[in-house]
């Protein structure tokens, strides 16, 4: 346990999970977590940044969670919890905060898509986003973060942080690396493939959710923007096909050739329907074991107090390190 290096990554529980965090995120937390010490959190305090309803809120952390249980991370090798059930993260967040300078933020490019047209409304939360992001990961010192491409700054940021905390003040920050794979680290929206699979996003026919029924995903995959051309090929400039053969080939784990080979001489509807089976022998097993998990509310409950409660210990060592090295105690 002591030999291996530490994770950390999380999801906004801000929406319907979507096939996008799957391929970019939480698959690869699985796969990998024999490797690591693994902690996962659901960053409820990030999805209050935006406007959002309450109730809603509380559904989405315990589905998110029953989400995670149900891709296969196993609880007795991940650490799984909701941060606002540890208040280091926002205590960490302040003091960061002040080291912070503005321009860093400034450059986020997140910032600017979300804010665009609205800077004077959007919350000071929003802004200050990646700093609470970066305090989930240096609190824990964790070594790597396993996240899709569209988070690569914001871990940067982290880093960034860590070693200006480090300089400024003493070693104190494992300096984080980001974790991000080369295949499936940017799923593009269904309806325009030229924009990221979101959560944000409202389109009926943008995304595919992880809980969404076997019908709903092969209507959606029928519908999905391709283009005029017929070879079925990897060609980045023709996105709509490219990132269709992409998903195809994350979840089927077969090589570029052999998928090109095999599509050879076949049209978009085939590869449409063979790419909506592979979607839902994926997704199946998921589904029927949330199932099961939602009909036990207590289970996930007590989990996250165990969990909050162990991952607690790590965040105030490290609370007590950085208090005492930035004079506040
Ligand atoms: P979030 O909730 O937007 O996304 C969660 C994870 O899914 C990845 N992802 C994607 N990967 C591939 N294609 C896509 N279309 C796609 N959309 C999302 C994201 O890269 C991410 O890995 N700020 C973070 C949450 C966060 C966090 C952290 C992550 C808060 N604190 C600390 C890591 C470490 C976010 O909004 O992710």
């Not at 950390?8 to 319907?16: E, Y």
């Not at 490797?35 to 809120?57: G, R």
């Not at 989990?303 to 105030?316: C, N, P, Q």
């Not at 950085?322 to 004079?327: A, D, E, N, P, S």
């Amino acid at each position: 346990m002591k030999n291996k290096k530490r994770v950390f990554s999380g999801i906004q529980p801000s929406g319907d999970p979507h096939i996008g965090n799957y391929i970019g995120a939480i698959r690869n937390w699985v796969a990998d977590q024999e490797e690591y010490d693994n902690i996962f959190c659901v960053v409820d305090q990030h999805a209050i940044t935006a406007s959002y309803d309450p109730e809603e809120l509380r559904r989405n952390v315990r589905q998110l969670v029953a989400v995670y249980l149900a891709s296969g991370l196993d609880p007795s090798r991940c650490s799984l919890f909701v941060q606002s059930h540890v208040p280091e993260h926002t205590e960490l967040a302040w003091l960061l905060m002040c080291v912070t300078p503005m321009g860093w933020l400034s450059r986020m490019t997140q910032f600017k898509e979300k804010s665009e047209g609205k800077q004077e409304q959007v919350s000071a939360g929003l802004f200050t986003y990646p700093v609470l992001m970066a305090a989930d990961i240096l609190l824990y010192q964790a070594d790597g973060v396993p996240v899709g491409d569209d988070q690569k700054q914001h871990v940067e940021l982290a880093r960034d942080t860590a070693q200006r905390f480090n300089h400024l003040f003493g070693e104190t920050f494992t300096v984080p690396q980001p974790i991000i794979r080369p295949v499936g680290a940017r799923v593009m929206g269904l309806d325009d493939p030229t924009r990221k699979m979101a959560k944000s996003e409202s389109g009926q026919n943008h995304s595919i959710g992880l809980l969404d029924e076997p019908d709903r995903i092969r209507k959606k995959l029928a519908r999905a923007v391709t283009d005029s051309h017929k070879e079925i090929v990897f060609d980045p400039r023709r996105p709509g096909v490219f990132n269709l053969l992409t998903i195809y080939r994350s979840l089927s784990g077969q090589s570029q050739e052999e998928i090109e080979a095999h599509f050879e001489g076949k049209g978009y509807g085939d590869m449409k329907r063979e790419l909506a089976d592979v979607v839902i022998a994926t997704l199946e097993p998921v589904q029927a074991r949330f199932r099961e998990l939602t009909e036990d509310p207590a289970y996930i409950d007590e989990l996250l107090a165990e969990h909050a409660a162990r991952v607690r210990v790590i965040a105030r060592a490290t609370m007590d390190k950085v208090r005492r090295v930035m004079g506040l105690r």
